[in-house]
């Protein structure tokens, strides 16, 4: 029901974005938020964006280089990422939360869509 896409394979300093497009039902009810999964690392939240896009949340590490946003009419969340890291390394995943505002808490996440590769190469 959710599908990531846009990782790749970039250098330091360059950008990607990332797309989760929502097919069967739409989520515009739901907040809707980035999880990334380093090898050998747990899960961890990025950035989350509450129903109406007007509320964001994002981890200090990527505050003020990443930006999430979403479109509504596509049923397309997004995360602009920018000034990549190597330690951005990771499968991007997106899920849509059972509440309405924006939360970095992985529970509060129910649909979650297949992850995207991203690799930041130093």
């Known amino acids: 029901q959710l599908q990531a896409s846009g990782g790749g394979l970039v250098q330091t300093g360059d950008s990607l974005r990332l797309s989760c497009a929502a097919s069967?039902?739409?989520?515009?009810?739901?907040?809707v938020g980035w999880f990334r999964q380093a090898p050998g690392k747990e899960r961890g939240f990025v950035a989350s964006?509450?129903?109406?896009?007007?509320?964001?949340r994002y981890v200090d590490s990527v505050e003020g280089r990443f930006t999430i946003s979403r479109n509504s009419a596509e049923n397309t969340v997004y995360l602009q990422m920018n000034s990549l890291k190597p330690e951005d390394t990771g499968v991007y995943y997106c899920?849509?939360?059972?509440?309405?505002?924006?939360?970095?808490?992985?529970?509060?996440?129910?649909?979650w869509g297949q992850g995207t590769q991203v690799t930041v190469s130093s």
């Open positions: 899920a849509a939360a059972k509440r309405s505002s924006a939360t970095s808490s992985v529970d509060e996440y129910i649909y």
């Open positions: 069967k039902r739409t989520f515009s009810n739901n907040a």
């Open positions: 964006i509450d129903w109406r896009g007007r509320t964001t």
